[in-house]
């Protein structure tokens, strides 16, 4: 899939690696890369995983917001306590 887009002249963004900090437990609990990132028209949103363990694999995609924010695309951050937001519950109409 990678290959078709790139011939399509489609620059793909990819997450990075996530590398445990110290002191840090080392599993991940990635179900769906879908999770932590939206898109909702021409925003894109980082959300706020309820799972704890969960949350650092926005890490990985750290690279990608910089980036997007450097091209000047709207990024949308969720970062409140409290506040969740995962994409498989986002419904817009």
Known sequence: ???TLQQ???K???AEPIIPKENEPSGLGQ???RDPIM????KFIVGRLQIEM????????QTVI??????GEQ???LDSQGAYLESYILIVA
Request: proline fraction near 0%; glycine fraction near 10%.
């Open 1 to 3: 899939m990678l290959e």
């Open 8 to 10: 399509r002249g489609i």
């Open 12 to 14: 793909v963004l990819r």
């Open 31 to 33: 179900m769906f890369a």
């Open 39 to 42: 898109t909702v028209g021409d």
């Open 54 to 61: 969960r949350r650092k694999e926005v890490r990985g995609l």
């Open 66 to 71: 910089e980036t997007l924010k450097e091209r």
């Open 75 to 77: 990024v949308a951050v």
